[in-house]
């Protein structure tokens, strides 16, 4: 086995424990768990391993190991990188952009913790470092993802020329950040109206909240119409069977994830429905970034030089 194919195996794996954080994170929040150690970090009531006096203590410890042991695999992974690949190669430059991330990661968290912005706080700025948090992660989640795409042997993409489709893409990109930070806005009004029980009556941010929540549907159907647009632009001007296959899996997780969604406000957001239909969100945004690094690697430039020069075939038989 190939030294490349085993670091691409520890980024996906990487990746995989990443995805795990943070659908055990949104257990966290929608649990109301994140102050179960405290307002002590990196301890947790004072203490390096705790007693567990609480199941809050218990879940927000178990938080903090994961997300502990996905740092020191982003470390393991930027080592690697450094030590397998050659000065310059898109694939170092990728692990330390997940370095970067992973450390912003853990100085956020340790924010929420430290400005206690958990559990059922009732403020605009745990709101604010919420959508920073969520932004941060799928950047984060990004760089892992093509770390190991490009760890696996796969070329870098052309950014210069690309028009439409870089266009469209970018579209989508931006359409699933915006999407992801109205889910979180409403991820909040729910945790604290339907497991803290604040009545929006009794407090005029968390009445706001609620009356947000009608934005993130429309947003949803309006990032889907990007995504989609942007899938069916990479198909149609990259026409590669990976490209058709990650934008037909783009477009039908997507609808899958607006009827999760409407399945969740139904049902009144329960927990275990809030963790699938994040975990959804993560998949979709990592098939995305697979779907541009597919779409952008073709230089459009040298693709049309190369059909202004491309000898006329020969013609056989004599001319009369």
């Known amino acids: 086995m190939g030294t490349n194919l085993r670091f691409a195996r520890y980024a996906w794996g990487v990746v995989l424990l990443n995805i795990g954080v943070i659908i055990w994170g949104a257990f966290v929040r929608a649990t109301g768990s994140g102050a179960g150690c405290g307002d002590d970090w990196p301890l947790c009531q004072g203490e ?30 930027l080592i690697w990188a450094f030590r397998a690949f050659a000065r310059g190669s898109v694939v170092r430059k990728a ?15 340790a924010a929420l913790v430290l400005l206690e912005y958990v559990a059922f706080n009732v403020s605009v700025g745990r709101a604010i470092w919420m959508s920073g948090h969520l932004v941060n992660t799928f950047l984060l989640m990004a760089a892992l993802t093509l770390t190991a795409w490009w ?3 796969q070329q870098p993409p052309h ?14 990109f931006v359409g699933m950040l915006v999407l992801g930070v109205s889910g979180a806005i409403t991820a909040l ?10 009545s929006p009556a009794e407090n005029a941010l968390v009445a706001t909240l609620v009356e947000l929540r009608i934005f993130h549907p429309l947003i949803a159907f309006a990032t889907g119409a990007l ?3 942007a899938a069916w632009v990479a198909m149609k001007q990259r026409p590669g069977h990976t490209t058709q296959r990650l934008g037909r899996l783009v477009i039908a997780l997507y609808i899958g994830q607006l ?3 409407s399945l969740n406000v139904a049902l009144k957001a329960p927990v275990w429905l809030q963790m699938v239909h994040l975990a959804l969100t993560t998949v979709i945004w990592i098939l995305l970034v697979l779907l541009a690094a597919v779409a952008l690697v073709a230089d459009p430039a040298a693709s049309r030089q190369a059909a202004l020069v491309r000898p006329l075939p020969e013609r056989r038989g004599t001319m009369r």
């Open 159 to 172: 950014l210069h020329n690309q028009r439409v489709v870089g266009w469209t893409l970018l579209a989508a």
């Open 259 to 261: 009827l999760v969604g």
């Open 48 to 77: 390096v391993i705790p007693r567990p006096e609480s199941i809050e203590t218990v879940i927000e410890f178990s938080h903090r190991v994961t997300s502990g042991l996905a740092l020191l695999a982003v470390v393991g992974l």
């Open 151 to 153: 760890g696996q042997g």
């Open 95 to 109: 692990a330390v952009a997940a370095m970067i991330f992973m450390v912003l990661e853990a100085l956020i968290g």
């Open 227 to 229: 995504v989609g647009l």
């Open 189 to 198: 009004g729910d945790t604290l109206t339907l497991t803290g029980g604040i």
